[in-house]
């Protein structure tokens, strides 16, 4: 059963940009901090990457995302959503939401479960 489904991936020049969307099914966002992570080719670990708390009220970026990606929600859509500007050759991953209890410092992968099947993002040309 999958708790998230990612979409809005696909290929895009550098400095170009995307925005994807996590929707939750059977999942109260209310409840729960949502993070985006990505995995990038050839690397078996997810790097947590942005994460929004449980009411929406803080967010947390890595360094090298920071004023580029910004996390956001809409919960009447059920969603989380990442919008990417500015893309490097190196954003190039898949990219995947799962939920925990709070946006943990440093975005440890253990600390989320209900894991989507990600979304491709490739940044070339």
């Known amino acids: 059963q999958l708790y998230f489904v990612e979409s809005g991936g696909g290929l895009v020049q550098p400095g170009g940009s995307l925005r994807l969307s996590c929707t939750a099914s059977k999942f109260d966002l209310n409840y729960y901090a949502i993070g985006w992570f990505r995995q990038a080719p050839g690397s078996e670990e997810r790097e947590g990457v942005s994460?929004?708390?449980?009411?929406?009220?803080?967010?947390v970026d890595v360094d090298s995302v920071k004023g580029r990606f910004t996390i956001t929600r809409d919960l009447a859509r059920a969603s989380v959503y990442l919008q990417m500007d500015n893309l490097k050759p190196e954003d190039t991953a898949l990219y995947y939401c799962a939920a925990a209890g709070q946006c943990h410092a440093g975005l440890p992968e253990w600390r989320f479960s209900y894991w989507g099947q990600g979304t491709q993002v490739t940044v070339s040309g």
């Open positions: 994460c929004i708390s449980h009411d929406g009220g803080s967010t």
